[in-house]
């Protein structure tokens, strides 16, 4: 059994920011706490990981199909749903200090980790986790409206719309990747918990009969996406829902963890959510959601399986379970393991030398692999200190231009993980990366 890696949390946070993954957002005016910006490095990965998903979700099944709703939202949707009235944690203030803790969080109720004083919490009292504003052009007279904490709404509520225009019948699901907001009491550990955040979220329409079967489905399917993106299997559990951490509408939910430097966390949740969402917004709206069957002459409210996973919380976990060190020569090389498909490049064009008549045409096989594949450029220092820029980015191939190519008409890929170099024909290039793709 692996077991929680305290001192890699701060490697990969050095490694984050040293190398252009995540920076802390308005770092210069001091920061603004739990927000990052993703670096030069970091916006490819977490687009790749992003694509990943879309791909497994909905590019390669005939049943899902894709939704891009509004983040904006008026509270009608947010009363149907209940995160109105029920998305609350319970806050607490300490009289000494002033800073506010989630009271369920607390390791000692009767003391401040702050500032160490005894018995100083205010009542607990239920905070609202979501971020309220107006929508209209005059202040203070617009109609409320609130930036959504989950991206599911959308979906549940153009489940007609999207049944209508694709003519799909249950069983089939909408597919939606978007940013979520929510006011976290405490938010920390990087990236993992924060206050703006990206989810990937299906919901999957089902006759009710059938709802334990697809939900039996989508677990064995959301853990065996990690693994086929290279996560390693010791570093992953489903864990089942006690009954009383169960949502009321839900009759079984499990969650994929991941086992980060503190210990488990959630990655994903997979929840039978049964018809309640749908029930919930016929009835506010007044307008029907429910499917009629015609080939079976009946007509029924789908229930619903719901995988949400946080795309940011999976980026930070494959960056963590890629992270390795070794020694090579003498030297600390520090490498990320990442599979082809998460690596912000796939591949970096390094002519051996500045050269003109070794960059230029270094330069030309970049713009050729560019077409197929997220590519990089590095001609500066030594090819050693450049292969490791490439391995602590986990560019899984790293081809190398040099004098003899000149005569050859070849090329040397290196690969991150082995080490082993092989000549290629220039020409061959991007269908010997593919190949191993």
């Known amino acids: 059994m692996a077991e929680p890696n305290p001192e890699l949390f701060e490697q990969v946070v050095n490694l984050c920011k040293r190398r252009g993954f995540v920076f802390p ?91 160490g004083s005894k018995n100083s919490f205010t009542e607990a009292r239920e905070f609202n986790l979501m971020f309220k504003t107006q929508a209209g052009p005059v202040e203070g007279h617009g109609a409320d409206a609130y930036l959504r904490p989950e991206t599911a709404q959308g979906m549940f509520i153009n489940f007609s719309n999207v049944q209508h225009a694709t003519r799909k019948k249950p069983p089939f699901g909408i597919a939606q990747i978007g940013k979520s907001f929510r006011n976290e009491i405490t938010p920390g550990n990087f990236v993992f918990r924060t206050r703006e955040f990206e ?100 007509r029924y ?36 393991k990442l599979h082809p498909r998460i690596a912000p490049f796939t591949a970096a064009v390094l002519p051996l030398s500045r050269k003109s008549e070794l960059s230029d045409p270094s330069k030309k096989l970049f713009a050729e692999l560019a077409e197929h594949f997220n590519t990089d450029y590095d001609e500066t220092q030594n090819i050693g200190k450049r292969y490791r820029r490439q391995d602590e980015i986990g560019t899984p191939f790293c081809v190398t231009y040099d004098f003899d190519s000149i005569d050859d008409g070849a090329v040397t890929i290196r690969e991150r993980d082995t080490m082993k170099q092989e000549r290629i024909p220039l020409s061959g290039v991007a269908t010997w990366i593919s190949d191993r793709l």
């Open 25 to 115: 957002s308005a770092e210069i005016y001091g920061g603004f706490r739990s927000t990052y910006d993703y670096g030069p490095v970091g916006v490819l990965m977490l687009r790749n990981v992003k694509d990943a998903w879309w791909r497994s979700i909905v590019q390669l099944r005939h049943d899902v199909v894709g939704l891009d709703a509004s983040i904006l939202g008026p509270p009608q949707v947010w009363e149907a749903s209940g995160h109105l009235s029920n998305f609350t944690d319970p806050l607490v203030d300490c009289k000494e200090c002033g800073n506010r803790f989630r009271e369920d969080t607390l390791t000692d109720p009767t003391t401040c980790p702050n500032c």
């Open 199 to 298: 989810q990937m979220e299906l919901e999957y329409f089902v006759p009710p009969e059938d709802a334990d079967r697809w939900y039996s489905f989508w677990c064995e399917a959301r853990m065996q996406w990690y693994v086929d993106h290279g996560m390693r299997p010791e570093s992953l559990r489903l864990r089942a829902h006690e009954p009383d951490e169960l949502s009321h509408y839900s009759s079984d939910t499990s969650d994929v963890e991941f086992l980060f430097p503190w210990g488990w966390g959630e990655l994903e949740g997979i929840a039978n959510r049964g018809d309640f969402d749908l029930r919930q917004h016929a009835e506010h709206s007044g307008k029907s959601l429910d499917f009629f069957d015609q080939g079976e002459g009946r």
């Open 301 to 336: 409210v789908p229930h619903v399986i719901e995988p949400a996973a946080g795309a940011t919380r999976a980026m930070m976990a494959f960056l963590m379970d890629a992270y390795h060190e070794d020694v090579v020569n003498e030297e600390k090389r520090t490498v990320l």
